[in-house]
Every structure is written in C-alpha cells, then in structure tokens.
T-cell receptor, first 114, second 117 residues
C-alpha cells in the first residue's frame, strides 16, 4: 500500500529537549516536505527536499532542521523545542515529474512542548 | 507572492442538502493547480478534488464539484447531497506548475463544515 508514515503520532516533551519526528514514504517520490498546521493559519511549509541531499527552507523554518540521506526518509529535527512549536505536523511526498501529481500526506504528529 | 483565502471559517448544512465552500487565490502564474483537501477528526489529509488551471472544464468527483473561475481567481467547492461523513475541515490549496521550479503547496486557513442531521 502506498503511504507516508510518520512517527510518533503524539508527543509531549519539555522545552529544550531535542526530538526527531520521522517520516518515511514507500513510493519512491523525489519530493518531500514538512508542514505545520495551526488554528486559523492553515498549513505552512517548514522545509522541503527535492531529492537526496537537496533540502531548502520553506516559509517557517526557524527552530527546525531536516536531512535527506535516503530517498524514502525525511526526518524533522527540533534541536531545542519551545512552546511556540506546539502544533500539528504533517509530512508529505510527491512525484516531482510533470503534470498534476498528487501529494500524499502522513497521518500527522501532534506535538506539545511544555 | 501567492495567497489562498478561505473567508468562511465555519459552515453548516442540513443532511442531503447542497453547500458551497468558497476559495479565492492570488497568483501571477499561468500554470498552476488547485486542490480541495478534507481533514476529518482523524486528522488525515484526504484529497477531494483537483483542477488544472489550463482546463476550462470544472472538475467533478461524485458528489463533489468545483466552480473554477480563472479570471476571477475563484475556486469554490460544491458538495451535493451532504452526508454526515462530510463533516470535516476543508482546505483549499494552490500549487504552482512544474515549470515554476517551486513545489510547495499554499493552503488556505480552512473551513469547518458541520452537517446537521
């Protein structure tokens, strides 16, 4: 089954404690990205990756890091989480070819930083 | 910069009735794609319908259809014969075409749809 898998789905952590949210896709997609969803703001892009070892900032990258060492994986790293990073996070992947290719989203990770 | 606006934070519809969710966008691109995503309480993002800007014909998927007005930059979603399972948050999204070199989606702020039994 084609899917994007995020882990964990729920996470409560304390300020300053480094954490990683994993994202893996099994569709051999080149393009992967991370979004955060906040009430009244919709989804905003944090980082994206065009392919292995190619990453770039989205609209709200401050406080986040990513890496793309393998095509299937795109982890989101919070080196020193703060309460303003409490949010719902989505990983998405898509084939980067021509045409109206569909983006596949993970199940979401609800992060609470206290 | 491209923007997507959903001016209705919340809508209600009676079961079996029809409801229209509004979306407007702003772009200077001529090649782009538009989407409606549904987010039920499970939080999963589910693609409802998509539209290519170069197509004049409005997209339709079963009970879901769009009214795409390119000149007005409007992309509304019509849900016919509303069902209780349609209750969800709906997001309108814009994505530039491949030739732009930009791959990100730009989302609206969402419209929460309630379906009344």
């Amino acid at each position: 089954e084609a899917q994007v898998t995020q882990n964990p789905r729920y996470l409560i952590t304390v300020t300053g404690k480094k954490l990683t949210v994993t994202c893996s896709q099994n569709m051999n997609h080149e393009y992967m990205s991370w979004y955060r969803q906040d009430p009244g703001l919709g989804l905003r892009q944090i980082y994206y990756s065009m392919n292995v070892e190619v990453t770039d900032k989205g609209d709200v990258p401050e406080g986040y890091k990513v890496s793309r060492k393998e095509k299937r994986n795109f982890p989101l790293i919070l080196e020193s989480p703060s309460p303003n990073q409490t949010s719902l996070y989505f990983c998405a992947s898509r084939y980067a070819g021509l045409g109206n290719t569909e983006a596949f989203f993970g199940q979401g990770t609800r992060l609470t930083v206290v | 910069a491209q923007t997507v606006t959903q001016s209705q934070p919340e809508m209600s519809v009676q079961e079996a009735e029809t409801v229209t969710l509004s979306c407007t966008y702003d772009t200077s691109e001529s090649d782009y794609y538009l989407f409606w995503y549904k987010q039920p309480p499970s939080r999963q993002m589910i693609l409802v319908i998509r539209q290519e800007a170069y197509k004049q014909q409005n997209a339709t998927e079963n009970r879901f259809s769009v009214n795409f007005q390119k000149a007005a930059k409007s992309f509304s979603l019509k849900i016919s014969d509303s069902q209780l399972g349609d209750a969800a948050m709906y997001f309108c999204a814009y994505r530039p075409g491949t030739t732009s070199g930009t791959y990100k989606y730009i989302f609206g702020t969402g419209t929460r749809l309630k379906v009344l039994a």
